[in-house]
């Protein structure tokens, strides 16, 4: 049996039995995703000796996340949750069209839309054009989400400075954070991080919202 698959049945068997309280006390007041009665595991990052297993709960867009030991045996370190996190470079233009925005960069653009196009969401139309750029999406920790898409936009960066000049652009980070207790907290950004922004003339903009149920 592989690490992950290893990983999804210890998942499973920790949503079912509850031993870690923590696990009961989020159940009490939410329900994860299930596939054929079974407890949905995501997404699983192993780095060196720790994995985190990323589970989707039903009808929010943070994730129930379990984290291991895995070695010298594999274990249950921790159980919390992990903010839905969309970290992304944003650029729009009032006057450039969604492929002339695209052009200034090598990068592949992951969303574009142009004026008059039907927001996502509701009736509105978009009233400018836009790229986004989104390297690293599903379910992971801010940090880890703004270090990839900086190794993303730094291998374009006169491309990323055109952007910058001729399209606003900026990384844009939205956020929905469980408001179990109230202390929602926020992200933090280390110097290096503000240095490589800073070597791309990046300012960065954050959206940030309480989400979910407050535990019993």
């Known amino acids: 049996m592989s690490l992950q698959d290893q ?15 923590a696990t009961e006390q989020f159940m009490q007041i939410h329900e994860v995703v299930k596939v054929d009665e079974k407890p949905k595991v995501e997404h699983i990052v192993i780095r060196e000796n720790i994995a985190i297993a990323y589970l989707p709960v039903k009808n929010e867009r943070f994730h129930l996340a379990i984290h291991f030991d895995v070695e010298p045996e594999m274990e249950i370190r921790y159980v919390g949750t992990e903010d839905y996190n969309k970290v992304y470079l944003r650029s729009t233009s009032d006057t450039l069209t969604a492929g002339e925005i695209a052009a200034l960069t090598t990068l592949s653009e992951t969303e574009t839309f142009n004026t008059g196009d039907k927001k996502t969401f509701g009736k509105a139309l978009y009233k400018f054009s836009g790229a986004n750029y989104e390297p690293n999406p599903g379910p992971d920790s801010f940090e880890n989400k703004i270090e990839k898409l900086l190794d993303y936009l730094e291998q374009d960066r006169a491309g990323v400075k055109a952007l910058v000049n001729n399209a606003n652009a900026c990384i844009q980070v939205d956020k929905d954070i469980h408001n179990g207790n109230g202390l929602i907290g926020g992200p933090y950004i280390n110097k290096q991080i503000i240095k490589r922004m800073a070597a791309l003339d990046l300012e960065i903009a954050f959206s940030q919202y309480a989400a979910g149920n407050s535990f019993q």
Do not use: H, L, M, P
């Open 7 to 21: 990983i999804s049945k210890a998942v499973i068997t920790e949503i079912e039995q509850q031993n870690w309280g």
